[in-house]
T-cell receptor
Framework: GAGVSQSPSNKVTEKGKDVELRCDPI?????LYWYRQSLGQGLEFLIY????????KSGLPSDRFSAERTGGSVSTLTIQRTQQEDSAVYLC???????????FGSGTRLTVV | KQEVTQIPAALSVPEGENLVLNCSFT??????LQWFRQDPGKGLTSLLL?????REQTSGRLNASLDKSSGRSTLYIAASQPGDSATYLC???????????FGDGTTLTVKP
């Protein structure tokens, strides 16, 4: 597509529920990144994909967080048993290759109540 | 481990003033440095991307410079306007990390 698309744009979920966040990168971009931004905070790296593999998943906060990428395109970030501290904006970015500039999506605002 | 620092955290200027935002990084082994703009409640919009072999990039009233040896980048905004009010973030992509490290940003307010 023309840009990076994220869905849903907003998600309110009850504590303990699982959520899935989707990222559709720019067509042809091999690298895909997930970051999160808590209220008033900077960007926190979560995971990096090159193609379908994840060379760096060091930023995933706990084993409740997982991500996959299929067909070298769409990525899904899954958070199991959500907790209130998971509330944040989850941002996805893609780049042409592993050394190019980022293009960000508009983010998914997750609120855990 | 790369660390990126942006000073000041906040800046307020009158309309029409030229200004410089600073970004420093600890590891000079970078592929590129990218400047972004973030409006409240919005995502990040790319402003300028400087590859490691370049010294500067320009787009309209914006000019970004890169000095790898000193670990510094600056974003120069000419003739500031109220519409420039936003948070500006810089990000350094390391050659050995595959990801970018972001500064915490400088929040700019341009007063009419």
């Amino acid at each position: 597509g023309a840009g990076v698309s994220q869905s849903p744009s907003n998600k309110v979920t009850e504590k303990g529920k699982d959520v899935e966040l989707r990222c559709d990168p720019i067509s042809g971009h091999t690298a895909l990144y997930w970051y999160r931004q808590s209220l008033g905070q900077g960007l926190e790296f979560l995971i990096y994909f090159q193609g379908n593999s994840a060379p760096d998943k060091s930023g995933l906060p706990s084993d409740r967080f997982s991500a996959e990428r299929t067909g070298g395109s769409v990525s899904t970030l899954t958070i199991q048993r959500t907790q209130q501290e998971d509330s944040a904006v989850y941002l996805c970015a893609s780049s042409l290759d592993g050394a190019g500039g980022y293009t960000f999506g508009s983010g998914t605002r997750l609120t855990v109540v | 481990k790369q660390e990126v620092t942006q000073i000041p955290a906040a800046l307020s200027v009158p309309e029409g003033e030229n200004l410089v935002l600073n970004c420093s990084f600890t590891d000079s082994a970078i592929y590129n440095l990218q400047w972004f703009r973030q409006d409240p409640g919005k995502g990040l919009t790319s402003l300028l991307l400087i590859q490691s072999s370049q010294r500067e990039q320009t787009s309209g009233r914006l000019n970004a410079s890169l000095d790898k040896s000193s670990g510094r980048s600056t974003l120069y905004i000419a003739a500031s306007q109220p519409g420039d009010s936003a948070t500006y973030l810089c990000a350094a992509m390391n050659t050995n990390a595959g990801k970018s490290t972001f500064g915490d940003g400088t929040t700019l307010t341009v007063k009419p």
